[in-house]
Protein backbone atom coordinates (compact mmCIF):
# COMPACT_ATOMS: atom_id res chain seq x y z
CA UNK A 1 0.00 0.00 0.00
CA UNK A 2 2.80 2.27 0.88
CA UNK A 3 3.66 3.13 -3.19
CA UNK A 4 6.67 4.92 -4.01
CA UNK A 5 5.49 8.02 -6.04
CA UNK A 6 7.43 8.39 -9.14
CA UNK A 7 7.17 11.64 -11.13
CA UNK A 8 7.31 11.34 -14.79
CA UNK A 9 6.65 13.79 -18.05
CA UNK A 10 4.06 13.13 -20.23
CA UNK A 11 6.44 10.94 -22.41
CA UNK A 12 9.54 9.20 -21.27
CA UNK A 13 12.32 6.90 -22.93
CA UNK A 14 12.49 3.51 -22.53
CA UNK A 15 16.42 4.40 -21.18
CA UNK A 16 14.75 7.11 -19.09
CA UNK A 17 12.31 5.02 -17.63
CA UNK A 18 14.01 2.07 -16.72
CA UNK A 19 16.36 4.67 -15.15
CA UNK A 20 13.91 5.71 -12.91
CA UNK A 21 12.69 2.38 -12.00
CA UNK A 22 15.81 1.30 -11.62
CA UNK A 23 15.35 -1.33 -13.58
CA UNK A 24 17.57 -3.16 -16.27
CA UNK A 25 16.60 -1.77 -19.81
CA UNK A 26 16.24 -5.50 -20.93
CA UNK A 27 13.49 -6.30 -18.13
CA UNK A 28 11.93 -3.66 -19.54
CA UNK A 29 11.63 -3.78 -23.35
CA UNK A 30 10.57 -7.39 -22.48
CA UNK A 31 7.49 -6.50 -20.82
CA UNK A 32 6.87 -3.90 -23.18
CA UNK A 33 7.31 -6.70 -26.15
CA UNK A 34 5.45 -8.92 -24.09
CA UNK A 35 2.54 -5.72 -24.36
CA UNK A 36 2.97 -5.94 -28.05
CA UNK A 37 5.27 -3.35 -28.08
CA UNK A 38 8.69 -3.57 -29.68
CA UNK A 39 10.93 -0.88 -28.50
CA UNK A 40 14.52 0.39 -28.52
CA UNK A 41 16.38 2.46 -25.63
CA UNK A 42 15.51 5.65 -27.09
CA UNK A 43 11.90 5.02 -28.19
CA UNK A 44 9.42 7.29 -26.46
CA UNK A 45 6.57 5.98 -24.91
CA UNK A 46 3.50 8.15 -23.47
CA UNK A 47 2.77 8.67 -19.81
CA UNK A 48 -0.39 5.94 -20.13
CA UNK A 49 1.64 2.75 -21.19
CA UNK A 50 4.31 3.74 -18.65
CA UNK A 51 2.14 3.25 -15.93
CA UNK A 52 0.03 0.27 -17.94
CA UNK A 53 3.74 -1.13 -17.68
CA UNK A 54 4.32 -0.43 -14.10
CA UNK A 55 1.21 -2.18 -13.21
CA UNK A 56 2.30 -5.50 -15.21
CA UNK A 57 5.62 -5.61 -13.66
CA UNK A 58 3.93 -5.62 -9.99
CA UNK A 59 6.29 -2.90 -8.77
CA UNK A 60 4.95 -1.00 -5.84
CA UNK A 61 5.36 2.42 -7.74
CA UNK A 62 3.09 4.98 -8.88
CA UNK A 63 3.85 7.36 -11.70
CA UNK A 64 2.47 10.82 -11.53
CA UNK A 65 2.64 13.15 -14.18
CA UNK A 66 5.47 16.34 -13.16
CA UNK A 67 3.88 19.35 -14.49
CA UNK A 68 6.61 20.03 -17.13
CA UNK A 69 4.12 23.44 -18.27
CA UNK A 70 4.74 24.64 -14.73
CA UNK A 71 8.15 23.98 -13.99
CA UNK A 72 8.72 25.63 -17.44
CA UNK A 73 7.05 28.80 -16.51
CA UNK A 74 9.04 29.41 -13.53
CA UNK A 75 12.06 28.86 -15.13
CA UNK A 76 11.10 31.25 -17.64
CA UNK A 77 9.49 34.06 -14.80
CA UNK A 78 13.14 33.97 -12.72
CA UNK A 79 14.80 35.53 -16.12
CA UNK A 80 15.91 38.86 -15.05
CA UNK A 81 13.48 39.58 -17.51
CA UNK A 82 10.68 39.02 -15.31
CA UNK A 83 8.76 42.37 -14.38
CA UNK A 84 5.76 43.23 -11.96
CA UNK A 85 2.22 42.07 -13.46
CA UNK A 86 -1.43 43.49 -11.98
CA UNK A 87 -2.74 39.81 -10.31
CA UNK A 88 -5.74 38.88 -11.61
CA UNK A 89 -8.54 38.64 -9.91
CA UNK A 90 -11.87 36.19 -10.60
CA UNK A 91 -15.19 37.39 -9.24
CA UNK A 92 -17.00 34.18 -8.09
CA UNK A 93 -19.85 33.44 -5.96
CA UNK A 94 -23.43 32.16 -6.38
CA UNK A 95 -25.99 33.53 -9.26
CA UNK A 96 -27.01 36.86 -9.12
CA UNK A 97 -25.50 37.86 -5.87
CA UNK A 98 -23.85 41.02 -7.93
CA UNK A 99 -20.48 39.32 -9.19
CA UNK A 100 -21.13 41.57 -12.91
CA UNK A 101 -22.62 44.27 -11.20
CA UNK A 102 -19.77 44.83 -8.54
CA UNK A 103 -17.44 44.76 -11.59
CA UNK A 104 -19.49 47.31 -13.92
CA UNK A 105 -19.30 49.50 -11.22
CA UNK A 106 -15.69 49.61 -10.73
CA UNK A 107 -15.02 49.74 -14.47
CA UNK A 108 -17.49 52.56 -14.27
CA UNK A 109 -15.67 54.28 -11.76
CA UNK A 110 -12.41 53.51 -13.34
CA UNK A 111 -12.79 54.13 -16.66
CA UNK A 112 -12.42 57.04 -18.20
CA UNK A 113 -16.05 58.25 -19.06
CA UNK A 114 -17.27 58.04 -22.66
CA UNK A 115 -15.23 55.00 -23.30
CA UNK A 116 -17.79 53.02 -20.54
CA UNK A 117 -20.82 54.13 -22.89
CA UNK A 118 -19.17 52.24 -25.70
CA UNK A 119 -19.35 48.70 -24.41
CA UNK A 120 -21.92 46.92 -25.94
CA UNK A 121 -20.95 42.93 -25.49
CA UNK A 122 -20.21 41.21 -22.83
CA UNK A 123 -16.60 40.65 -21.89
CA UNK A 124 -15.44 38.20 -19.09
CA UNK A 125 -12.34 40.35 -18.73
CA UNK A 126 -10.84 43.45 -18.14
CA UNK A 127 -8.14 46.35 -16.70
CA UNK A 128 -8.93 48.68 -13.73
CA UNK A 129 -6.48 51.41 -12.88
CA UNK A 130 -7.19 51.71 -9.40
CA UNK A 131 -4.70 54.18 -7.21
CA UNK A 132 -2.58 51.24 -6.35
CA UNK A 133 -1.84 50.41 -9.13
CA UNK A 134 -3.82 47.62 -12.44
CA UNK A 135 -5.90 44.93 -11.43
CA UNK A 136 -6.84 42.40 -14.30
CA UNK A 137 -10.68 41.33 -13.28
CA UNK A 138 -12.15 37.75 -14.60
CA UNK A 139 -16.26 37.58 -14.56
CA UNK A 140 -17.73 33.87 -13.80
CA UNK A 141 -20.76 32.87 -14.16
CA UNK A 142 -22.63 31.84 -11.03
CA UNK A 143 -24.78 29.63 -13.17
CA UNK A 144 -25.06 25.48 -12.16
CA UNK A 145 -24.15 24.42 -15.67
CA UNK A 146 -20.52 26.43 -15.14
CA UNK A 147 -18.48 24.31 -12.89
CA UNK A 148 -15.87 24.37 -15.69
CA UNK A 149 -15.88 27.54 -16.20
CA UNK A 150 -15.56 28.64 -12.71
CA UNK A 151 -12.39 25.80 -12.10
CA UNK A 152 -10.53 27.08 -14.66
CA UNK A 153 -11.44 30.68 -13.53
CA UNK A 154 -9.70 29.88 -10.37
CA UNK A 155 -7.17 27.93 -11.79
CA UNK A 156 -5.89 31.35 -13.99
CA UNK A 157 -6.05 33.43 -10.79
CA UNK A 158 -4.25 35.03 -7.97
CA UNK A 159 -7.06 36.07 -6.21
CA UNK A 160 -10.53 35.15 -5.52
CA UNK A 161 -13.29 37.64 -4.87
CA UNK A 162 -16.03 35.40 -3.32
CA UNK A 163 -19.50 37.74 -3.85
CA UNK A 164 -21.98 37.24 -1.25
CA UNK A 165 -25.13 38.82 -0.95
CA UNK A 166 -25.56 39.71 2.39
CA UNK A 167 -29.46 39.23 1.95
CA UNK A 168 -29.51 35.77 0.18
CA UNK A 169 -26.33 34.18 2.40
CA UNK A 170 -24.42 31.42 1.35
CA UNK A 171 -25.75 29.36 -1.11
CA UNK A 172 -24.78 26.59 -3.17
CA UNK A 173 -22.59 28.11 -5.65
CA UNK A 174 -21.24 29.97 -3.29
CA UNK A 175 -19.74 26.64 -1.94
CA UNK A 176 -18.52 25.14 -5.14
CA UNK A 177 -16.54 29.01 -5.77
CA UNK A 178 -15.05 28.57 -2.33
CA UNK A 179 -14.12 25.27 -3.41
CA UNK A 180 -12.08 25.85 -6.50
CA UNK A 181 -10.47 28.75 -4.88
CA UNK A 182 -9.37 26.57 -2.04
CA UNK A 183 -8.17 23.77 -4.13
CA UNK A 184 -6.33 26.19 -6.77
CA UNK A 185 -4.53 27.19 -3.27
CA UNK A 186 -5.46 31.16 -4.10
CA UNK A 187 -6.26 33.64 -1.57
CA UNK A 188 -9.69 34.54 -1.07
CA UNK A 189 -11.23 37.86 0.14
CA UNK A 190 -15.22 38.05 0.44
CA UNK A 191 -16.76 40.98 -0.79
CA UNK A 192 -20.74 40.76 1.13
CA UNK A 193 -22.97 42.52 -1.24
CA UNK A 194 -25.78 43.53 -1.57
CA UNK A 195 -25.73 45.54 2.10
CA UNK A 196 -27.70 48.35 0.85
CA UNK A 197 -30.77 46.20 1.51
CA UNK A 198 -33.06 46.72 4.07
CA UNK A 199 -32.74 42.56 4.42
CA UNK A 200 -29.55 42.64 4.23
CA UNK A 201 -27.48 40.41 7.11
CA UNK A 202 -23.56 40.92 7.03
CA UNK A 203 -22.81 39.06 10.62
CA UNK A 204 -24.62 36.04 9.10
CA UNK A 205 -22.15 35.98 6.06
CA UNK A 206 -19.68 36.10 8.34
CA UNK A 207 -20.87 32.99 10.67
CA UNK A 208 -21.76 31.02 7.37
CA UNK A 209 -18.43 31.29 5.87
CA UNK A 210 -16.21 30.38 9.21
CA UNK A 211 -18.07 27.03 9.05
CA UNK A 212 -16.46 26.67 5.81
CA UNK A 213 -12.80 27.90 6.84
CA UNK A 214 -13.00 31.40 6.18
CA UNK A 215 -12.82 33.37 9.29
CA UNK A 216 -13.02 36.84 9.04
CA UNK A 217 -9.80 38.87 10.49
CA UNK A 218 -12.55 40.81 12.98
CA UNK A 219 -12.94 37.35 14.60
CA UNK A 220 -9.26 36.47 14.65
CA UNK A 221 -9.13 34.73 11.35
CA UNK A 222 -7.22 35.51 8.39
CA UNK A 223 -9.85 36.25 5.84
CA UNK A 224 -11.06 39.96 4.47
CA UNK A 225 -14.67 40.48 4.50
CA UNK A 226 -15.52 43.60 2.87
CA UNK A 227 -19.32 45.21 3.07
CA UNK A 228 -20.24 46.69 -0.41
CA UNK A 229 -22.81 47.74 -2.43
CA UNK A 230 -22.88 47.63 -6.43
CA UNK A 231 -25.69 49.68 -6.24
CA UNK A 232 -24.38 52.78 -4.03
CA UNK A 233 -21.09 51.93 -4.52
CA UNK A 234 -20.29 51.78 -0.91
CA UNK A 235 -16.82 49.89 0.35
CA UNK A 236 -15.74 49.53 -3.18
CA UNK A 237 -12.52 51.44 -2.61
CA UNK A 238 -12.36 49.19 0.43
CA UNK A 239 -12.47 46.27 -1.52
CA UNK A 240 -9.79 47.64 -4.25
CA UNK A 241 -7.56 48.21 -1.49
CA UNK A 242 -7.63 44.58 -0.01
CA UNK A 243 -7.08 43.02 -3.36
CA UNK A 244 -4.11 45.11 -3.84
CA UNK A 245 -2.63 44.54 -0.09
CA UNK A 246 -4.03 41.00 -0.56
CA UNK A 247 -2.33 40.41 -3.77
CA UNK A 248 1.25 42.25 -2.56
CA UNK A 249 1.28 40.80 0.61
CA UNK A 250 1.06 37.07 -0.12
CA UNK A 251 2.26 37.16 -4.05
CA UNK A 252 5.32 38.22 -5.87
CA UNK A 253 3.53 38.39 -9.49
CA UNK A 254 6.11 38.62 -11.97
CA UNK A 255 6.26 37.52 -15.90
CA UNK A 256 8.42 37.87 -18.94
CA UNK A 257 6.60 40.37 -21.39
CA UNK A 258 9.89 38.82 -24.01
CA UNK A 259 8.45 35.60 -25.11
CA UNK A 260 5.85 33.68 -27.09
CA UNK A 261 2.27 34.60 -24.88
CA UNK A 262 1.49 31.61 -22.63
CA UNK A 263 -2.53 31.84 -20.82
CA UNK A 264 -6.05 30.41 -20.89
CA UNK A 265 -8.59 30.47 -23.26
CA UNK A 266 -11.54 31.81 -20.48
CA UNK A 267 -14.45 31.59 -22.86
CA UNK A 268 -15.16 30.69 -26.91
CA UNK A 269 -18.00 30.90 -29.33
CA UNK A 270 -18.49 31.20 -32.78
CA UNK A 271 -19.37 34.20 -34.09
CA UNK A 272 -20.86 34.22 -37.78
CA UNK A 273 -18.98 36.69 -39.38
CA UNK A 274 -15.42 36.30 -37.13
CA UNK A 275 -15.50 32.91 -37.06
CA UNK A 276 -13.83 31.43 -33.85
CA UNK A 277 -14.15 34.04 -30.92
CA UNK A 278 -12.00 33.69 -28.05
CA UNK A 279 -11.04 35.28 -24.61
CA UNK A 280 -7.87 34.97 -23.56
CA UNK A 281 -6.02 35.60 -20.59
CA UNK A 282 -2.76 35.65 -20.89
CA UNK A 283 -0.03 34.76 -18.21
CA UNK A 284 3.38 36.18 -19.53
CA UNK A 285 4.85 36.95 -23.07
CA UNK A 286 2.92 39.18 -25.71
CA UNK A 287 0.53 38.00 -27.90
CA UNK A 288 0.06 39.68 -31.10
CA UNK A 289 -1.71 39.31 -34.25
CA UNK A 290 -0.25 36.03 -36.72
CA UNK A 291 1.20 34.39 -33.89
CA UNK A 292 -0.02 30.51 -33.94
CA UNK A 293 -2.06 29.41 -30.72
CA UNK A 294 -2.75 26.13 -29.60
CA UNK A 295 -5.52 25.61 -26.87
CA UNK A 296 -5.99 21.96 -26.38
CA UNK A 297 -6.93 20.24 -29.53
CA UNK A 298 -7.92 23.26 -31.45
CA UNK A 299 -5.53 25.78 -33.43
CA UNK A 300 -4.90 28.88 -35.30
CA UNK A 301 -3.55 31.96 -36.02
CA UNK A 302 -4.83 35.32 -34.13
CA UNK A 303 -6.81 37.63 -36.97
CA UNK A 304 -7.74 39.96 -35.08
CA UNK A 305 -7.36 41.57 -31.12
CA UNK A 306 -9.73 43.49 -29.40
CA UNK A 307 -9.09 44.82 -25.85
CA UNK A 308 -11.50 45.08 -23.13
CA UNK A 309 -12.64 48.34 -24.48
CA UNK A 310 -13.97 46.82 -28.32
CA UNK A 311 -10.63 48.99 -29.76
CA UNK A 312 -8.89 46.79 -32.34
CA UNK A 313 -5.43 46.39 -31.23
CA UNK A 314 -2.12 44.71 -32.46
CA UNK A 315 -0.78 43.31 -29.58
P1 LIG B 1 -24.32 37.98 -10.96
O1 LIG B 1 -25.17 36.88 -11.48
O2 LIG B 1 -23.62 37.58 -9.70
O3 LIG B 1 -23.37 38.56 -11.97
O4 LIG B 1 -25.32 39.13 -10.48
P2 LIG B 1 -25.70 40.48 -11.23
O5 LIG B 1 -24.60 41.48 -11.14
O6 LIG B 1 -26.22 40.17 -12.58
O7 LIG B 1 -26.86 41.04 -10.27
C1 LIG B 1 -28.06 40.35 -10.05
C2 LIG B 1 -29.14 41.30 -9.60
O8 LIG B 1 -28.83 41.87 -8.31
C3 LIG B 1 -29.33 42.49 -10.53
O9 LIG B 1 -30.70 42.76 -10.62
C4 LIG B 1 -28.61 43.62 -9.81
O10 LIG B 1 -29.16 44.88 -10.11
C5 LIG B 1 -28.84 43.27 -8.36
N1 LIG B 1 -27.75 43.78 -7.51
C6 LIG B 1 -26.44 43.56 -7.68
N2 LIG B 1 -25.72 44.17 -6.70
C7 LIG B 1 -26.60 44.78 -5.91
C8 LIG B 1 -26.47 45.58 -4.71
O11 LIG B 1 -25.40 45.85 -4.19
N3 LIG B 1 -27.63 46.03 -4.15
C9 LIG B 1 -28.86 45.76 -4.68
N4 LIG B 1 -29.91 46.26 -4.05
N5 LIG B 1 -29.01 45.02 -5.80
C10 LIG B 1 -27.91 44.54 -6.41
MG1 LIG C 1 -22.90 37.85 -13.89
Known sequence: MNEKVLLIADSITVGELADVLNLPVTTLIGELFKNGIASTLNQRI???????????????????????????????????????????????????????????????????????????????????????????FL?????????????????STDLAILVVAADDGVMPQTIEALNHAQAADVPIVVAVNKIDKESADPVRVRGQLSEFGLVPEEYGGDTQFV???????????????????????????????????QGVAIEAHLDKGRGPVTTVLVHRGTLRIGDSIVAGSAHGRVRALINEQGENVTE
Open 227 to 261: DVSAITGAGLDELLASIVLTADAALDLRANPDMPA
Open 139 to 155: DTPGHAAFTAMRARGAK
Open 46 to 136: DFDTATLIVEELGLEVELQKKEAAATERRAHELTDKAVARPPIVAVMGHVDHGKTSLLDYIRRAKVAAGEAGGITQHIGAYHVETERGMVT
